[in-house]
């Protein structure tokens, strides 16, 4: 990899190698990218453009989160699983949670547009501009749904079959990312004045990142604006982990485990487990935690996640032990 081309792990002290008259790329438009936009500014940068696949900055979160709904999504999810139960593989579809979502959804925001919620609209500034002043008044109603949803998706992820689950990563999961992973009041306001003063820019992307003597070009959808090729001198990947668990993998251990042929990598990201464990596939003494559970659960960045699948570790391990 170019020393032009970093990713970024979360350190402050990203840029202090990039000149400022550098012209800067981030690939990532969720939180990360936006942090990266903001180190940027503090570094005396002149100018830097963030893209994605959607070209979206992440929903702001409410001033207040509002809970109260946290019993009502519970309820839902529980009707899933029973109903899932009665079926022979255990399974229900990705249409069915949709329904059952977009049903309450409905009931406490009949404004709601699925449209809206799905794509984003051409100008990134009046977006933001809205989600702020909303998230400063009380947040959006859906708000309310999709917060207590949080720590509960791994439920529901288990109910999908991996063809549903592979039709969410190709269809909503760039939504889902916009919509549940929120950035903070304060930063959506930083953010939008760096937008308002021409600093940042923000697109979709329209092909792959290309290099010819030091200087790095794709096409991007500015929003506001058109198809366009936007050049730069440094780029900065912030578009999370890496998932995939390959002996292509930048990580030696990762590597060596699936070019051993230890176990086997799941299609959608990490390694195959056991039906209903962390435990690797054809491993059972081996247990996976986070990233490396990527195929077969969903949500696993968050701290909750990961103290609830070690605490289904540690429960495991006692009763093998007995």
């Not at 249409?95 to 925001?109: H, K, M, R, T």
Request: proline share 6%; hydrophobic share 40%; aromatic share 6%.
């Amino acid at each position: 990899m170019s020393n032009h081309i970093v990713p970024y792990k979360g350190s402050s002290d990203l840029l202090n190698h990039i000149p400022t008259d550098a012209q800067l790329l981030v690939i990532g438009t969720s939180p990360g990218g936006c942090d990266v936009a903001r180190l940027a500014s503090a570094a005396g940068l002149k100018r830097v453009t963030l893209v994605s696949r959607n070209g979206r900055l992440p929903k702001v979160q409410p001033f207040k989160r509002d809970l109260s709904l946290e019993t009502e999504v519970e309820t839902r999810i529980r009707s899933l699983e029973a109903r899932a139960q009665l079926q022979p593989t255990g399974k229900i579809s990705l249409s069915e949670v949709l329904n059952e979502f977009l049903d309450l959804v409905n009931a406490i925001a009949p404004d709601f547009s699925w449209e809206e919620f799905l794509n984003a609209s051409p100008d990134a500034i009046q977006e933001l501009e809205n989600d702020v002043q909303v998230a400063r008044r009380s947040g959006a109603n859906w708000q309310k749904i999709m917060l207590p949803l949080g720590v509960r998706t791994p439920r529901i992820w288990r109910l999908l079959s991996d063809e549903d689950r592979h039709q969410f990563r190709q269809k909503y999961e760039s939504c889902w990312i916009t919509h549940r992973h929120g950035m903070p009041l304060r930063t959506a306001e930083q953010i939008l004045e760096m937008l308002k003063s021409g600093f940042m820019r923000i697109g979709a992307l329209r092909g792959t990142v290309s290099e010819r003597a030091g200087i790095f070009s794709v096409p991007v959808c500015l929003r506001p604006g058109e198809l366009q090729i936007v050049e730069a001198t440094h780029v900065v990947v912030a578009t999370g982990p890496n998932y995939q668990c390959t002996s292509e993998s930048e990580n030696p251990l990762i590597r060596e485990i699936a070019r051993s042929g230890f176990t086997e990598s799941h299609p959608l990201g990490g390694f195959n487990l056991e039906p209903n464990s962390f435990r690797l596939k054809g491993r059972p003494r081996v247990y996976c935690i986070g990233a490396m559970t990527r195929g077969v659960e969903f949500y696993i960045n968050a701290m909750p996640v990961l103290l609830q699948q070690s605490t289904e570790i540690v429960h495991d391990l006692f009763r093998r032990l007995r």
